[in-house]
């Protein structure tokens, strides 16, 4: 059985065939899923789906690409819907100095006050960083994160940082870029850092791993991301889809 900690089947490229994508997801052994929502748009679709389904759970939270986007209203709806039943995470939230949308300092500020949300309502938080560890790791240390820790999704950092991050008391998530040729960090890390640390991911429809790299990504390719940890490990898949699908269900808190 295995858990994909980081789904957007809330995104439109799902919208003709998500029945069809949760039906494949199962025949592949991956029965729990969370859908993250990150935007007025992609929220409420995903607290839709997470009720329409069993065991699929919703995380909600704002981009840090549209951070300039985000008003009072936003941030006191997202608290709000933080106390539904199937929701279990505040996220994505983050930095992300890839897009220039939104300006760095609006960006930190929008992530402090998610933030300081989750630790309001005693939430984990869900972690996109993209060419911004430095800033996130320290605003995760002034904030004191640690109070109710995370995932640092679809991670491609050192092993270091990862280290850093765990003593946060974060988990390690590995997507898609595990199983890709030339991804060395991301094979460091699954080979270096301890099972107990490790969540698995799909990312989807992004990030599809090796053999699908390129085409639209989906729940049931978790599966490629839990044979490449296998490997890398020299353990069993069995091992691995035990071990983080039951780190997934004890760090979102649901009763299996
Ligand atoms: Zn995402």
Avoid at 89 to 110: C, F, N, R, T
Avoid at 179 to 198: M, R, S, Y
Avoid at 250 to 256: D, K, L, V, W, Y
């Amino acid at each position: 059985m295995l858990f994909d900690t980081h789904v957007h089947l809330n995104a439109d490229q799902f919208e003709e065939d998500l029945e069809q994508t949760i039906e494949r997801a199962h025949e592949a052994g991956v029965q729990y899923m969370t859908v993250v929502g990150f935007d007025r748009k992609t929220i409420p679709k995903a607290i839709e789906i997470a009720e329409t389904y069993d065991h699929i759970y919703a995380a909600v939270g704002w981009h840090p690409v549209d951070a300039v986007d985000m008003t009072e209203a936003d941030l006191d709806w997202i608290e709000e819907l933080s106390l539904h039943p199937k929701v279990v995470a505040i996220g994505e939230m983050g930095l992300d100095y890839h897009w220039d949308k939104s300006p760095a300092d609006v960006q930190k500020e929008v992530f402090r006050k998610q933030i300081r949300l989750a630790k309001k309502v005693n939430m984990p938080i869900i972690i996109h960083n993209r060419e911004a560890t430095d800033d996130i790791v320290e605003i995760l240390k002034e904030e004191e994160a640690s109070e109710v820790g995370g995932i640092m999704h679809c991670y491609s950092g050192p092993v270091e940082t990862a280290k850093e991050c765990i003593d946060m008391n974060f988990m390690i998530s590995l997507g898609g870029p595990v199983t890709f040729k030339n991804a060395k960090l991301p094979k460091e890390v699954a080979e270096a850092i301890d099972l107990k640390h490790l969540l698995i991911e799909t990312d989807c429809p992004f990030l599809a791993p090796h053999p699908n790299r390129g085409k639209r990504n989906e729940p049931a390719y978790v599966q490629l991301v839990a044979e490449q940890i296998a490997e890398l490990k020299g353990i069993s898949y069995e091992e691995v889809s035990q071990v983080t699908t039951s780190n997934a269900l004890e760090f979102f808190r649901i009763q299996a």
